[in-house]
Every structure is written in C-alpha cells, then in structure tokens.
C-alpha cells in the first residue's frame, strides 16, 4: 500500500521569510501525482499546488513550489514570502489512477508577526 | 451551489444511535469522495463512488457504515451503532470525472461527528 509521511508534526515561520515542509512518500507505480493541500481552521481543503510524477519540472504556484525528487520519493513544499494567512495544516497527499488520496498525517504551520 | 456542501456541520449524538451524513456535491461532478479525519488515524478514505455505484469502498472501517448516492448527485454516509471511535470530521470531495486519469478532487467544509 502506498504511504504518505510528513515528519514535522509542526513548523514555525516568521512572517515575511521562507519555510519548507518535508514530505516522503513510498510507491511502487511510475506514474502518479503528488499534492499539497491546505486546510485552515474553517476546515476546507484547499488544494495549493500538484505535481505530475512525469514531469521533471518542479512545479509552482506564485509564492508555494515543490522540490520533487522522483528517486528519492521526496516532494518538499516552500512556501516563500510567509504570510500570516498561510498559517494552516498542510497535507501532502499521493494519487494514482484509481482516484483516492492517501494522506499524510500533516503538518502545522505557524506565522509569526 | 457554486462548491461541495455538506449537512449538517456539526453532529453530537449518543452512543449506539444511528446518524446520517449528507454531501451535496458540485453540479455536474461524478465521481464522489468520502474521507474521515479523526485524531489517532489522521484523514483516510472510505468510499468513492463514480455515478451511482461505488467501485471503491474499502476503507469503510465496519459494516455499521454504509454509503449511498441517488441520482448521480447527492451522497449519504449512515453510521449504525455509532461508537466513540467514530467521532472524526468526515469530509466529502467531488470531480469531474471525466477522464481516466486524474481530476481535481473540490472538498466540502466537512461534518464534525461527536459521539458521547
């Protein structure tokens, strides 16, 4: 079975400077998508950026990109430029063809003014 | 509705009663989602059901749960029996669907379950 794992339970950020989220999955597929999603108190989730497994390309979203490292099965997030309305749980998620996405446990992120 | 809602927000009830669970996916979404998050197990899946019928429901935990979904549109998950472990935020997710491969999962603001 596919495993996501997030080993920062938490994470702190002075808002303004940059921070990175780790992630780690483990999969036997070749081809797949990666995710982070954000989920604030209100409890929405919130998808902040993807990458396609295919792709060597780190992706980007204005100030959130991923450091993707297909050998490894590492997907780190940077979330430049912290903002105080970043301040959530950040979930790295795993899906293959077939749809479900497996969560890791999270990750608390703070912002600090 | 212009996203995925979900009813009611949030749900106490006694142990050993049955409850229900709705998710009013987006317009026009096939593919339905249900996940749990609960403190000890983190967010996990449990049912995906594309149209009316549910190819995936292996990570329902028991058979006290149950999911269904009429007219391609809204979904049901019922709890029997509810037990304190099954207090979680279930949250609810729509796509499209329409190819083989990968859609965008939309989620719902989710239901706080409470089980006393």
């Known amino acids: 079975a596919q495993t996501v794992t997030q080993s920062q339970p938490e994470m702190s950020v002075q808002e303004a400077e940059t921070v990175t989220l780790s992630c780690t999955y483990d999969?036997?597929?070749?081809?797949?998508?990666l995710f982070w999603y954000k989920q604030p108190p209100s409890r929405q989730m919130i998808l902040v950026i993807r990458?396609?497994?295919?792709?060597?390309q780190n992706a980007t979203e204005n100030r959130f990109s991923v450091n993707f490292q297909k050998a490894a099965k590492s997907f780190s997030l940077k979330i430049s430029d912290s903002q105080l309305g970043d301040a959530a749980m950040y979930f790295c998620?795993?899906?293959?063809?077939?749809?479900?996405?497996?969560f890791g446990a999270g990750t608390i992120l703070r912002v600090k003014s | 509705g212009a996203g995925v809602s979900q009813s009611p927000s949030n749900k106490v009830t006694e142990k050993g009663k049955d409850v229900e669970l709705r998710c009013d996916p987006i317009?026009?979404?096939?593919?339905l989602y249900w996940y749990r998050q609960s403190l000890g197990q983190g967010l996990e899946f449990l049912i995906y059901?594309?149209?009316?019928?549910?190819?995936?429901k292996s990570g329902l935990p028991s058979d006290r749960f149950s999911a269904e979904r009429t007219g391609g549109s809204v979904s049901t998950l019922t709890i029997q029996r509810t037990q304190q472990e099954d207090s979680a935020v279930y949250l609810c997710?729509?796509?499209?669907?329409?190819?083989?491969?990968?859609?965008?999962?939309?989620f719902g603001p989710g239901t706080r379950l409470t089980v006393l």
């Open positions: 998620a795993y899906v293959e063809y077939g749809n479900k996405l497996v």
């Open positions: 997710a729509s796509s499209s669907g329409t190819s083989g491969y990968y859609n965008e999962q939309f």
């Open positions: 990458q396609e497994a295919y792709k060597q």
């Open positions: 999969t036997s597929e070749s081809d797949y998508y």
């Open positions: 059901f594309q149209g009316n019928s549910a190819p995936d």
């Open positions: 317009s026009g979404h096939t593919a």
